[in-house]
């Protein structure tokens, strides 16, 4: 096996100029909960498995008692209007474990989408800010600089030194390495406090999203999502609260 | 030397439509003990020993003074009925260190057991509840959705949603990465609280493997054993109450 | 994509019996102050970019919201006068993360730099006291016996036993793999505190370095730098202080 | 590079049926002064160096202001007697840094030494206690049973279970992997504090060892550090018992 292994359920799909979607697991799994909602929405068609050594050695157990190795997955959707261009999914369990494992799988989806037929894509994620937020903005960043008028009239933002830290992880690797390729690239960060999965920030990211690949889709249902974690975090405020107001008490815990 | 190596301590045995059974370290080490108990009271060959660059670089000091590399082990058995099967076994001293060396072993080990006509085989392991357990289940998963009924006509279990996290290490892997082989495969878990060497978990799981691949075998053994950690963890249960009730004198010990 | 890549942005120089500057991340950041502020005040031209998969996946955002994948870069300057030399410079984001991928890496930049023809190199870093230093000194250490008087001489002090545990890093690699090679090489270790950038003693090495390679430059701006973190360093040991005053206090932080 | 590079720096000797030694760091050193006595008493020649991407990134710094790459080193000695046979030396600065280094190390430096035409080796290390000994004790494991009584002949020990974890490192991969390819092998292992390097424990393994080889040679010298780190130990008890005797001045210092 080598290091990435990629398995065709499906026939390689004849896509024409098509656009690269990316949404793995990160800080508040923005990215990964953006794409998968987009996908079921979408009702995009799975034709390609990827496995990785450097993923963890681990099987999920589906609900009917049978196991899945853990993976990515490539979807692939077709253009219902002549506004609209084909687009390549990418979601998944896991990012790699190691900085080189992460260099490994970026180079390898690169071939896949790029053997596809992708110039450009988008990379989903959250930007962690460590504190409750109101109303998510949508941060951005690039790998050409002509793209920055379009994306802040779509609705992102930029912040000058935000993320201090750049974007680490595919989302980041994606489009340096793309950028290498000569493809073209933009990476939409939804704010999030990061403590739980945050579906209110992956609607935000998909609200920008949406205009930007010209489709529509339904997101109530990411809406209700957001109210169940609200009501989560509420709980979770509230028990912290307690336990702060009652100091005394703690003492004789430890 | 390879990252896995195996090395033929025998002639490779000729089998007829063989069963594979893995038990390896792990949580209680449920499926190691009870894969050396099978070995013992089926009086197995062993054929095979694995070496791998992804164990600890560790030798260990036998009763005769002599050192052993540590390792994993092949054996084998011939069905000795028309119902029986024959039966390849693997159990050793460790799990891969990596991740990566998990995927690399789980491959190696498949290439050696499909090698001798393996097309089925049962992953044993322990699934740790982190509390004390009156009558441990058998929990298992499978790779296919045919096999389920099957193993709960044995008295194995299934909960949905558990484990959790699904099947981390080597029993999961080989499931995963058979079942993309076109192998069939169940894990068989053993609730244990996971503390401590579970023989009566162990012998949880024969009673449930025993009937899947027809054989029978003494369990009293494991039985005794089991006594002997009872009482090992009733005698810390009690060292940890008396600390518990005199905390005014645990200042004085830090 | 293999370990390390070296990616040419223009064509390779022609240099004449160059010698090699290197000063990457560390501690104090000593050696990357230096070389970036020899690169800018020369204007040194960059002619390659290392990219390695040993370094953090991650990209930079550019104030114009553009992405930059992490990187080493290499920059070359022609000699104005006859008693100057041409030089190759090397700086970058990151060292290698791994002990492998940093040999990796050195040996990577030793291939490029031999190609151009450099066999001798000067290698800088910063040697961590963990106080305040007043004047720090510069300390050196060299592939080569008869080196020593003459960086003496520079203004370099050696102090036996110091650093006690010899170089880590690129800088210590470079010189003994260059050595391997046949190259020499000298490191030299501005003193610092450790605890800041520190350009102070960037100033430092740079007084030195730029006697060895005979080159003047304006090191006023990074006697701005120095007096902008001492500053800082001011503060910081304000509020040291004044909590350390007030322990009572303190307890109703946590 | 390879991740094992080995520099010849003398022609390879030609060496009657030698017997291989090795001692390189590890718990209380034991096994590296205890073949670094034996190299600067034997006046052994240095004839080849080991250096890998498996140890640190690092250089040491000479007393003349040189640096050198941290490396293993290869020294052989030519028997003076009919009674004595040839030795191959092997120390140095590391042992690998991972699991899978340790392994390839070991496997490059059987090759060296099986290309000599040893047959035979002893390996050297401590084995930690964690507490004071008077007179520590050398225990021993061998690859062959037969060789257990001619141990414990020249005055080695055989405690049952001990040390119960086998051992790690170097020592004990020598000996597992060397077994693999046929070869015979003892190692030492002087019980330790292991608090300090601990040159007692090396005279008493040196003991052992200069029956098993046949040699005679002072150790007077090891005696001496053994005084000086013994002196060194009781100041930091003292130390420690001041310490424990004011409790309440402690509480003063967090």
Redesign the interface.
Known sequence: ?K?VEI?YVDKKPKLKNPVFIEGLPGIGNVGKLAVEHLIDSMKAKKFAEL?S?????????N????????NNEFFYWKAKKRSQRDIVFLTGDYQ??S??????L??SILDVVQGLGVKQMFTLGGYGLGREIKEPKVL??????NL?KTMKKYGAV?K????G??????S??L???G??RGMVGT?FMGETPGYLVDPKSAKAVLKVLTKAVNVEIDLSRLEEKAKEIEYIAQQLNEMETMVKEKPDDIRYIG
Chains 1, 2, 3, 4 share one sequence.
């Not at 609900?63 to 853990?70: E, H, Y």
């Not at 900085?99 to 490994?104: D, I, L, V």
């Not at 000058?160 to 993320?163: D, M």
């Open positions: 096996m290091l398995k496995y050594k450097d993923f963890p050695p681990q099987v999920f157990i609900p009917d008692g049978t196991i899945k190795l853990v790699g474990l900085s080189q494992g992460q260099y490994e970026a180079e951005f960043a690039t790998t050409d600089v920055v930029f000058k030194n935000e993320p830290g750049g974007i680490i992880g595919a980041g690797l489009l340096g390495l950028k290498l990476c």
